[in-house]
């Protein structure tokens, strides 16, 4: 199904000027006063789950994973989905929904996400750039500021998932989303890595912060594990698992290993269109992983519902 161009907004919303809109005092950005966590909860009040995907390197396949798990969530109909992408300084989740060159609406200081599907909405900080190939250079509190915008001003509407894809490693970013969305609840970090050592050894970075500021650790997922050729079937280890991999790394941590997902050339391909990969190769072994890791997210959540007063 082709997205939706148009977000939601009635007549009267003007397309939002580019970049983040000056907070009420005049300054260049609103950082938020001492009501600010009580709005925070306010607007993420109909969220019921969150779950943030983490990466302690870039390039392992994080965002295409929180992509994949929006979809894979929102292929349930009765659920609503949102898919938020806060990696400000390389948002790649515009050109992963088909959605870039979207910018930003807003009306009366509301913004509005874009629907990729009816119960799949999609937020990035890729839609307040002027270009795809715009690089942000901004330092930590303004990058917070964005994000805590991104969070009080957005409409999300009644969420059963929301998915935030964040920017590899730990940093301003990953500490600003923790303590903004713990204004409501976070039900957990979702990893992803690669095989080789030199991933995982950011992964034991990413745990040990996740313990620091209390995050449940919901699973690993261990990506472009091995390539099974289309042709003779072999299976060759691209990024060999020299110490074990990730499967080791989860034993000797006592974090569950959520699942491998292999190399597949058409995960690339379906993304660079903008299309969800689980539905244009349903068979394929990846997608099977995939699936299977999804569900186990699922299971996750639904194990940690949120008790029913906080669901308005
Ligand atoms: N299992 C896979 N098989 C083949 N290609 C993959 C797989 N997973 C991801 N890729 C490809 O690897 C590249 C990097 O993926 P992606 O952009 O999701 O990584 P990332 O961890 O989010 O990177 P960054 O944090 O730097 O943005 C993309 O081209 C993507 O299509
Ligand atoms: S294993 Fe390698 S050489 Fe053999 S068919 Fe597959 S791609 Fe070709």
Not at 22 to 47: Q, T
Not at 100 to 117: D, T, Y
Not at 118 to 144: E, H, T
Not at 191 to 210: A, G, H, M, Y
């Amino acid at each position: 199904e082709p997205p939706a161009a148009a977000p939601p907004g009635g007549s009267g919303c003007a397309p939002r000027a580019r970049g983040p809109s000056p907070g009420r005092c005049g300054s260049d950005i609103c950082y938020g006063g001492s009501d600010a966590a009580a709005e925070l909860r306010a607007r993420l009040r109909a969220v019921r789950h969150t779950v943030l995907v983490l990466s302690g390197k870039g390039g392992v396949g994080k965002s295409t994973f929180s992509a994949l798990l929006a979809h894979g969530l929102a292929a349930d109909e009765t659920k609503q989905v949102a898919l938020l992408d806060i990696d400000i300084c390389g948002p790649s989740i515009p050109k992963m929904m088909g959605l870039e060159g979207e910018q930003v609406s807003e009306c009366s200081n509301i913004l509005f996400v874009f629907f990729f599907l009816q119960n799949l909405g999609v937020m990035s900080v890729g839609f307040l750039l002027s270009s795809p190939d715009d690089a942000v250079i901004w330092r930590g509190p303004k990058k917070n500021g964005l994000i805590k915008q991104f969070l009080r001003d957005v409409d999300w509407g009644e969420v059963d998932y929301l998915i935030v894809d964040t920017p590899p490693g730990t940093s301003d970013e990953h500490l600003s989303i923790v303590q903004y969305l713990s204004a409501t609840h976070i039900d957990g970090a979702v990893i992803v890595t690669t095989p080789q050592e030199v991933s995982l050894q950011d992964v034991r970075k990413e745990i040990n912060f996740c313990r620091k500021v209390k995050l449940p650790i919901i699973g690993v997922v261990e990506n472009m594990s091995g390539f099974v050729c289309p042709k003779c079937k072999n299976e060759s280890q691209i990024f060999p698992p020299t110490t074990g991999g990730a499967e080791k790394m989860c034993q000797n941590l006592s974090v569950s290993l959520l699942g491998k997902v292999p190399l597949d050339p058409q995960i690339g391909k379906s993304c660079d269109r903008g299309q969800s990969f689980l539905a244009e190769a349903p068979e394929s072994p990846a997608t099977l992983s995939y699936r299977k890791i999804i569900q186990k997210i699922q299971e996750y959540c639904e194990q940690h519902h949120l008790p029913e007063e906080k669901i308005m």
